[in-house]
C-alpha cells in the first residue's frame, strides 16, 4: 500500500494535494480503491459547484458497493477529471495520479492527515 | 447455450398461434415498416427444449434451499396458482363494465380489508406494481400531504443506514433530498442523530423494520414520536413483514404509511422478473391522496371511483397486478388468523436456529437474536485467509444452495445476508448448515480451491467487472 508523503489525506480515504493558492487537487487513497475493488462507475460533481467541507460530492461504485466521496474543503469545483468517467479503472491502476476535482477558494478544511498519520489510521482499519 | 436467434431456421413455424379471428385492417404504406421484423423461427418442441435448458441452469425454490436475505424466496404454494388460474380471473379485460366484474372486484375489496387489519392501516391500494413502486407511491402521499397542508419546504426524508437501499432512492425520486443517519454499534437507529435530523424541513422518515441487519429496532415508538414531534410523517417499508405479520402491527407502532411486497411475504412468485405487487397502506387522513381509481361499495354493488380532487393520480395502468392480488389473497385466506402469525414465528425460529448452527466457524455480524435473517460477517477470513464472502457464495453454488445475498448491507464488511424462510423444515436447515460449516473449513484450509468455485455449475465465475464497464444488454442481430 502507497501513502506518498507529499500528499495530505482525510480519515474518509481522500488524498488532497495543495497546489498554492487557496487551490487543491482531491483524489481517492491506494487503500480505499483497494478496500473498494474494481470500480466500474464514478459520479462527479460539475464545474462551478459550490462545495461545504463534509460533504458529499459524488460517488464511486464498485462491483461490491457504491461508496459516497467526501470534500474536504468548502470551495468551489474548478476542474473535474473527466477522463475518469469513462476510464474509471484508472482510479484502481494510478489512484494517485486519478485525481478527480480540483477545488479554489477553499475556505474551511476537514482536519487532514499526513501520511504517517494516515497509514496509523489505516492499519487500525485493517486489523 | 444458444439464443433463440441463433437456433432460427428461416422456413421454422409453430402451430401453436391461433389464427387471426378478428377482421385484418390495411394500414397506409407510408407508416408500415420497411423491413421485417427480426423475429426468430422456431418449431414448438425447439422453443419447449430451449426453456428446458434455461430452467436446468437456474436454481428455484423448486429445485433447493435459497435463503437469499431480504428477498424472502419461500415456497408459494400451489393452490394459489389454481385459484389464479380461474376463468372468471383470467378471462377478463380490464375495459369491462364493472358490473360484469363484480367478483374481481370484490378480490380487491377482501384483500384491502384484511391486509389492513395485518398492517394496521385504514386503507390500501393495489396499482403499485412491486416494492420499490409502493415506496414511490407512499412517499407521493407523504409529499401530497405536505403540499395540500401549505408546507412546501418540508423536502427531507431521513434514511437510516440500515435501510434497504431502494430508500434513499425512492426519496431522490419524489423530489426529496435524502438525510442518512449511521446505526449504533449495535445496529439500531440512533435516536440522538434522529433528533439531530429532524426539524421544520423533514417531510418524513422511511425505516426498514426489522432493518437489514435482521434486528426489530427497539426504539420503534420513541423513532415514529420523534419524526412526529417534528411535522414529519412516518413511512413503514414492509418489505420483512414476513418476520412480524399477525404478531405486531406497523399501524399501532404509530406509522402512517406502508408498503408491502405481496409477492414476497404473501407467497407469489417473484425473482424472475415479476410481475409483483408492492401494496400501500396508509391511515385515514392519508387516504384522500391514494391513486385513483379506488373501489366503493354501495349498494351491494362495488364501482371504481375517480372523482377524487386530491389523489396523486395514477401510479401504473389500470389496477396493477390483479392476479398477485388474487394469489395473496388466496395464501391469506389459506393460512388465516391462526396460520399468520405462526408463519412470522417461524420464520423468526427458523432464522435463529440456522444462526446459531452457523456461529460454530461463522462470525455473526450483530450477535443476539435475530428476527427472520441474520447477517455474517467474512471481514476477518478476507483479510487473514484471502477467503471472502464472494468465494463462500460460489463454494455454496457446487452444493446446489443458492447463494445468500452477498456484500450487502454495507454498513457489515464482507457481508453474507441470510434469510432461511418459515417454509423450510428443521431437516433441511440441518443439511445447509453442514455444507455451510464444511465449505468454510475447506476454503480456510485451501483458499486456492475456493477461489475455483464453482467447478459443477454450467458457469464459473462470470466477468462481473467487464459486464458493469462493459454491459450488452440486448441482442444485436449482426446483419
Redesign the interface.
Known sequence: MEYPKYLSYSSTHEWVEDLGDNKARIGISDFAQHSMG?I??VNLPEVGDELLSGESFGDV?S????SELYSPFSGKVSAINEQLLDS??LINEKPYESWMLEMEDISDSEELLDADAYEALCDSE?? | MKLLFEKSIDSRKSSFLAECDVPTIDLDKDILREQSLNLPYLSEVDISRHYSQLERRAHGVNNGFYPLGSCTMKYNPTINEKVAKLPGFVDVHPLQPEETVQGCLKVLALAKEYLTEITGMDDMTFQPAAGAHGEYTGILLIRQYHIKHGNVKRNKIIVPDSAHGTNPATAAMCGMEVIGIPSTEDGFVDLDKLRAAVGEDTAGIMLTNPNTLGIFERDIKQITQIVHDAGGLVYYDGANLNAIMGVTRPGDMGFDCIHLNLHKTFATPHGGGGPGSGAVGCKQFLAEYLPKPVIELADGQYSFVNDLENSIGKVKSFYGNFLVVVKALAYTMTLGNEGIPLSAMNAVLNANYLMKLLSECYTIAKPGICMHEFVITMDKEA?EHHVTANDIAKLLIDHEIHPPTV?FP?IVPEALMVEPTETEGKETLDEAAEVFLSIYRNAINDPESAHKAPVLAPIGRPD??GA??NPILRYKNED
Open positions: 474494481d466500474v462507475f461504485e462491483v461490491k458497493a457504491v474509471p479503472e485493517e486489523h | 483479510k456484500y454495507l462481473g467487472v458493469a464497464r
